[in-house]
């Protein structure tokens, strides 16, 4: 998973600057999702969709950086362990605090918060709280961050010591309880991969199925790429330079397991589903929701439709493109079925399996996809207040509020992708159908936290 992939920042999207040959090259020769969505439209709680297939108020992680993984909760790793998986994680976590005593970017230590990968079914972990510089990680040469006058100026070679206008990043790469590795040098994305392909290669030896699980730092602030992904932008601006470069790093590591699992002999019934937690942020203007109105922290369909490919060459032997809405929430459900699991004490899911749409069995999806998130008060800062902005999509039709229920706007998304034409008065009825049955959605989840 990318972290802040625009659906348009990719070059087999219609990008048409950046670089990404390994997934323009994963994307013809396997499975297209062109109406994939995060769960909503901030990390933290998409990548809890992605871990427990359920909607994130459920999980009580509604906006980045707010709740964590409850003991209670059953987690995709979990769950394949029950079938002999082995099970990583690797990159950005998000999902709870790393740590009991040492302060990290969101959770002071206390033990309420503590909820890293190894309390949450993974056997190995190369993981961090938060974001995370995405080259030299653990120095960051630059100012004014999480601004849209960001400068990326940091450059190659790290200086020795913090010195000129350097400063040391807040998180750390966690292995264990208590355990960290610091001072990791060149490309973050190479960095995680290395961890990934080590457990990969080890697990393959062992003759042990897993599930790996790559979240990059990549293309969050704060994007830093070095000097040799730099340069294949090099008549662009420094800012582009390393936006871009950002991506194509990313890309490469990409590549990099794709072949891996060729060289290794599993590439033909390994699952590789890529795609990104939300749509790009409102941090700068380089990166691209592609038709989409909108972007990060909107439900708006730029918000939350996002650049996503699946590849099991032995199951999906020739390519093609799947328009049917899918969402993070889907995982669970689709891989426990794929490896025949079925958990005792299941809470509730709102994915669904999407195996048979993914086959052309079906086309359309059976269940609605529901969302809801904080409103964020000023599109340019993720702060958020009691308001809510809700949505609800069927198929084609998706009913959405942006002014916490005060008013609805349907729209026809196979007719109007940007979102510019509220056909509520045409069809009233459809209008008053998705309402009904999202407010029955939405109080199955307020029933279920009281």
């Given at each position: 998973m990318a972290d802040d992939l625009g659906y348009g920042d990719v070059a087999y999207n219609g990008n048409p600057i950046v670089k990404t040959p390994h997934l323009d090259a994963?994307?013809?020769?396997?499975?297209?999702?062109?109406?994939?969505?995060?769960?909503?439209?901030?990390?933290?709680?998409?990548?809890?969709?992605?871990?427990?297939?359920?909607?994130?108020?459920?999980?009580k992680i509604p906006w980045a950086g707010?709740?964590?993984?409850?003991?209670?909760?059953?987690?995709?790793?979990?769950?394949?362990?029950?079938?002999?998986?082995?099970?990583?994680?690797?990159?950005?976590?998000?999902?709870?605090?790393?740590?009991?005593?040492?302060?990290?970017?969101?959770?002071?230590?206390?033990?309420?918060?503590?909820?890293?990968?190894?309390?949450?079914?993974?056997?190995?972990?190369?993981?961090?709280?938060?974001?995370?510089?995405?080259?030299?990680?653990?120095?960051?040469?630059?100012?004014?961050?999480?601004?849209?006058d960001y400068k990326y100026i940091q450059s190659e070679p790290i200086p020795e010591g913090l010195n000129n206008e350097g400063f040391e990043w807040r998180d750390y790469f966690w292995t264990g309880k208590d355990t960290y590795i610091k001072d990791l040098k060149g490309d973050a994305a190479t960095i995680v991969m290395d961890q990934a392909l080590n457990f990969i290669k080890e697990s393959t030896?062992?003759?042990?199925?897993?599930?790996?699980?790559?979240?990059?730092?990549?293309?969050?602030t704060p994007v830093?790429?070095?000097?040799?992904?730099?340069?294949?932008?090099?008549?662009?601006?420094?800012?582009?330079?390393?936006?871009?470069?950002?991506?194509?790093?990313?890309?490469?590591?990409?590549?990099?397991?794709?072949?891996?699992?060729k060289t290794l002999n599993i590439s033909e019934n390994t699952i590789v589903w890529f795609c990104s937690d939300n749509g790009p942020s409102y941090i700068h203007n380089y990166n691209s929701a592609g038709p989409f109105r909108g972007k990060k922290s909107e439900l708006y369909e730029g918000g939350i439709v996002v650049p996503a490919i699946i590849e099991w060459p032995a199951k999906f032997k020739t390519a093609y493109e799947v328009d049917v809405p899918m969402v993070t929430s889907d995982f669970y459900a689709t891989l426990l079925d794929i490896c025949g699991?079925?958990?005792?004490?299941?809470?509730?899911?709102?994915?669904?399996n999407v195996l048979p749409i993914l086959t052309k069995e079906v086309t359309k999806r059976s269940?609605?996809?529901?969302?809801?998130?904080?409103?964020?008060?000023?599109?340019?800062?993720?702060?958020?207040?009691?308001?809510?902005?809700?949505?609800?999509?069927?198929?084609?039709?998706?009913?959405?509020?942006?002014?916490?229920?005060?008013?609805?706007?349907?729209?026809?998304?196979?007719?109007d992708v940007a979102e510019t034409m509220d056909i509520s008065a045409q069809f009233p009825q459809i209008k008053k159908d998705l309402l009904i049955k999202f407010k029955s959605w939405s109080k199955s989840i307020d029933d279920e936290l009281k």
């Open positions: 994963m994307a013809s020769q396997g499975i297209k999702l062109n109406r994939f969505y995060a769960a909503a439209p901030v990390c933290s709680p998409t990548r809890a969709s992605c871990l427990t297939g359920r909607h994130p108020y459920r999980v707010d709740g964590f993984i409850a003991p209670e909760e059953i987690t995709i790793a979990e769950a394949l362990k029950t079938k002999g998986y082995a099970t990583g994680h690797f990159g950005k976590w998000h999902v709870g605090g790393m740590s009991e005593t040492v302060k990290q970017s969101y959770f002071p230590g206390p033990p309420t918060t503590y909820s890293p990968p190894w309390k949450n079914g993974f056997d190995v972990s190369f993981s961090t709280e938060s974001m995370m510089p995405t080259y030299n990680p653990y120095y960051l040469k630059g100012g004014d961050f999480g601004t849209k030896v062992n003759k042990q199925p897993f599930l790996s699980v790559i979240w990059f730092h990549n293309v969050h830093v790429a070095g000097d040799k992904h730099r340069a294949l932008y090099k008549d662009l601006s420094g800012e582009e330079q390393h936006w871009y470069g950002g991506i194509t790093a990313m890309d490469d590591q990409i590549g990099r397991l794709r072949s891996t699992l699991i079925k958990m005792e004490n299941q809470p509730y899911l709102d994915g669904q269940t609605p996809i529901g969302f809801r998130s904080p409103l964020p008060s000023r599109h340019n800062k993720a702060e958020v207040q009691d308001a809510e902005q809700v949505a609800f999509i069927d198929n084609n039709y998706k009913l959405i509020s942006m002014d916490n229920g005060a008013s609805y706007q349907l729209y026809d998304l196979n007719k």
